[in-house]
């Protein structure tokens, strides 16, 4: 396994990892701490003892790669593989019993994704996606629904980023889709993946919140990247100004919401 990273059986393993971690951690008691100074982030018990077992267990199935997760992140800067985790994404809505959280990990060669699966807890799908094999839900290839409904996911952040900078852009978007947010950055990542929602926009989701389910959008046929492009990657732990949807619908809005960046943010586009 170690000799492959990407085989079949990886991702078999890791599938099989997270719902069985997730039940037993949701078994024990929770507590709830804040997290920063406003009292709008929280943390919880299982996010942190998720994301100790994931750091275990991860390190386990692939020998010699490095386990980095959101809490107390710490940027890794070595050749070999590094599993990118996001323990529970949503901590917010599971605290309120919204349901809408999500267990993410992707796995990076090179920085760049090359398997991930993200577990909807409260629903109990899990989408996985290997590197040029496509995306699955459950096991099963996953295939892009096609209806009437026109919905986009687009964060808080951004929608005042458009407000404060480019009104025209929102009266545009606003014109062209019902708007939604659910809350878990992975989940809204899968949701394109479904064909549920057109478009995932954010400005302040992080790569940890992003890249596992971006691959699988990706491997679902749609587009991901920066609708402000930079010459040099972004930093895990920054903001990723990220847009994933199909191809024409991203070609459009790209530049839209680029807009919201100013001169600087453009001169840099590589």
């Known amino acids: 396994m170690a000799s492959d990273p990407v085989s079949s059986d990886l991702h078999d393993a890791l599938c099989d990892l997270l719902p069985r971690l997730v039940q037993e951690i949701l078994a024990q008691k929770v507590e709830t701490q804040d997290k920063g100074e406003d009292g709008l982030d929280l943390v919880t018990s299982v996010d942190l ?10 390190a386990a199935l692939l020998p010699g790669s490095v386990v980095v997760g959101e809490e107390d992140y710490a940027a890794h800067d070595g050749d070999g593989p590094v599993w990118l985790v996001d323990p529970l994404d949503g901590t917010v809505n599971f605290v309120a019993q919204l349901p809408a959280y999500s267990v993410a990990v992707v796995l990076l060669q090179a920085g760049q994704p090359v398997l991930s699966a993200v577990y909807d807890i409260p629903q109990g799908d899990l989408y996985s996606a290997q590197a ?35 009104p025209d852009a929102l009266v545009e978007l606003l014109g ?8 878990s950055q992975a989940l809204h990542m899968c949701y394109a993946a479904a064909g549920r ?14 890249l596992a389910g ?7 046929g749609l587009t991901y990247g920066s609708y402000a492009p930079s010459s040099m990657p972004r930093p895990m732990d920054e903001n990723q100004l990220s847009l994933c949807a199909p191809a024409e619908i991203f070609e459009h809005y790209a530049p839209l919401f680029a807009r919201t960046c100013g001169q600087d943010a453009r001169s840099d586009q590589g």
């Open 49 to 58: 003892a998720m994301q100790s077992r994931l750091t275990t267990e991860l």
């Open 132 to 166: 040029g094999t496509g995306a699955r839900l459950n096991g099963a290839p996953l295939i892009r629904r096609s209806h009437k409904a026109r919905l986009a996911i687009v964060s808080s952040g951004l929608l005042k980023d458009l407000a404060a900078t480019a």
């Open 176 to 183: 062209a889709f019902k708007l939604r947010n659910f809350g």
């Open 197 to 210: 929602v057109s478009l995932v926009a954010s400005r302040e989701a992080k790569g940890w919140d992003d």
């Open 214 to 220: 971006a691959l699988i959008a990706e491997e679902a």
